[in-house]
């Protein structure tokens, strides 16, 4: 069974940072696109930030763009979502999300990330930035 299990959120100040962790585990495929995703209350599903295992190419939501960085561990099977410059607009319940199959690209990277077209979820984790 896959796992998506993440951690890091938190309370912060506007202007902090805070980094979250997705670790995943329970899967054989090797291509596959993961990423983090977010909900406000009241407001739909946004793709923030997702990466391509196959050769790495990122795409950032025009909202994080220039303030957060996607990155991967291989050897542990861990994604990290580096968060800057936090502002109150970030507060938001986190997920972590992945799907299988070649996402080389950063065309194929963005469509998936913006599309939530991934089939394995973590439960999800508060962010609240505080003004």
């Known amino acids: 069974e896959i796992q998506l299990v993440e951690s890091g959120g938190g309370l912060v100040q506007a202007g902090g940072s805070l980094r979250l962790s997705c670790a995943a585990s329970?899967?054989?495929?090797?291509?596959?696109?993961i990423g983090w995703f977010r909900q406000a209350p009241g407001k739909e599903r946004e793709g923030v930030s997702c990466?391509?295992?196959?050769?790495?190419?990122?795409y950032y939501a025009d909202s994080v763009k220039g303030r957060f960085t996607i990155s991967s561990d291989n050897a542990n099977d861990t994604v990290y979502l580096q968060m800057n410059s936090l502002k109150p607009e970030d507060t938001a319940v986190y997920y972590c999300?992945?799907?299988?199959?070649?996402?080389?690209?950063?065309?194929?990277?963005?469509?998936?990330?913006?599309?939530?077209?991934?089939?394995?979820w973590s439960k999800g984790t508060l962010v609240t930035v505080s003004s």
């Open positions: 990466i391509s295992s196959s050769d790495g190419s990122t």
């Open positions: 999300a992945a799907d299988s199959g070649d996402y080389s690209g950063s065309y194929y990277v963005k469509a998936v990330c913006r599309s939530y077209a991934m089939d394995y």
């Open positions: 329970g899967y054989t495929f090797d291509d596959y696109a």
